[in-house]
Nanobody, 114 residues
């Protein structure tokens, strides 16, 4: 499994979390990367994307202004800083290349609840 996500947890509405994704077995710096999420009973959706060098970034409308994606190619790691979390952000969060490659990791559970 080339991607290992971490950093999830239980947080109150309005709180923050920082997710990390460590990649292995690929030339990380060559791949655009993305964060995806899947809520119970819903399709997996794209949350944020970053180009291979980090110069181009896109967000889903639902997270714009609250989430920030970044990457450290020296550490083969991509991050997702999530602020002002809402209950509707509750999901399992995954990282992968864009478009996705290989197998998916186990993801990291984010639960936003009071």
């Amino acid at each position: 499994v080339p991607f290992v996500e971490s950093g999830g947890g239980l947080v109150q509405p309005g709180g923050s979390l920082r997710l990390s994704c460590a990649a292995s077995g690929l030339t990380f710096s060559r791949f655009p990367m993305s964060w995806y999420r899947q809520a119970p009973g819903k399709e997996r959706e794209l949350v944020a994307a970053i180009s291979s060098a980090g110069g181009k970034i896109d967000y889903a409308d639902s997270v714009k202004g609250r989430f920030t994606i970044s990457r450290d190619n020296a550490k083969n790691t991509v991050y997702l800083q999530m602020n002002s979390l809402k209950p509707e952000d509750t999901a399992v969060y995954y990282c992968n290349a864009r478009p996705p490659i290989g197998s998916w990791g186990q993801g990291t559970q984010v639960t936003v609840s009071s």
